[in-house]
């Protein structure tokens, strides 16, 4: 499996498919490159170069016991481009692979990079504090770990089964393949990994990160997303990208990915190509 080592030692895996212009995708939690398989192949089979690494702890990179926290993310991120000498690069994160996208912007700038996509992802911040009322409170992610230190297993099935995908919804359209590849992504994902990743993802603030893309940025959300709710993400984040384009999925659910397949292949080719 292709991979490179980081200064700590961290194996991290890419797939890199298809050439031209590079095209960088940053997963979600608790999942895997694997997430962004369909829009890989439409973006490789469109003429650009897609790559997609394992977050560390996640997937088939190494599960090392410290640098779960989005500096390191966004530094592995930053080593997987140096290793592969990519310029002109599109960034584009799910989730918790917005935040790596925009903290990789924070720390490492634009000198390499030529556009980012932020889809349902989680800047500016997610949790609740007095500068920030909309926020989610700190109780949900206190569930999240108790749920994840109790049955992580059973955790990933209701995720999976429920909210993320908007499953949960009358009259959705569930998918038990979707739900069963969540699942197993989150499973191949170290334990202490994914339980510090809470606290990566739910509290670190992204705003002065935010302040500092000065690329052309599409920012795509949901309107019914139940993990990352869309006014204190998406719309608060697109108040802060200068010119950012922000692009909202009526009834959009988190999982974008698999949920709203084609129409976001379509925005993110629409998008590169302009």
């Known amino acids: 499996m292709p991979t490179i080592s980081t200064r700590d030692g961290t194996e991290i895996y890419y797939k890199d498919w298809g050439s031209g212009q590079p095209v960088v995708f940053s997963h979600g939690w608790p999942l895997n490159s694997d997430a962004w398989e369909s829009q890989m192949y439409a973006v490789a089979s469109a003429g650009f170069r897609a790559i997609g690494h394992d977050r560390r702890g996640h997937g088939r990179s190494s599960q090392p016991w410290n640098g779960n926290d989005m500096d390191t993310y966004a530094d592995d991120l930053a080593e997987l481009i140096e290793a592969l000498d990519l310029r002109d690069v599109v960034l584009i994160g799910h989730s918790t692979g917005g935040g790596e ?147 909202v999925y009526p009834g959009g659910a988190h999982g974008l990915a698999v949920t709203a397949r084609e129409q976001l292949n379509n925005d993110l080719l629409k998008f590169m190509s302009a």
């Not at 108790?146 to 949960?168: E, I, W």
């Not at 949901?222 to 108040?239: E, H, N, T, Y």
């Open 101 to 247: 996208v925009t903290r990789y912007v924070g720390r490492h700038g634009t000198d390499r990079v030529a556009k980012v996509v932020l889809v349902g992802a989680v800047p500016p911040l997610m949790v609740q504090t007095p500068e920030n009322p909309g926020g989610l409170p700190i109780s949900v992610f206190d569930g999240l770990r108790a749920a994840t230190l109790a049955d992580r297993s059973q955790l990933y099935r209701d995720l999976a089964s429920g909210p993320f995908f908007g499953f949960n919804r009358p009259g959705a359209d569930v998918s038990p393949g979707a739900i069963e590849s969540f699942w197993h992504q989150g499973m191949m994902a170290g334990f202490k990994n994914t339980y510090d990743c809470i606290k990566a993802f739910s509290e670190t603030d992204f705003t002065e990160d935010l302040k500092k893309i000065d690329v052309p940025t599409l920012i795509i959300h949901g309107d019914d997303d139940q993990i990352v709710p869309i006014d204190a993400a998406g719309r608060a984040s697109a108040k802060i990208v200068k010119n950012a384009e922000l692009k």
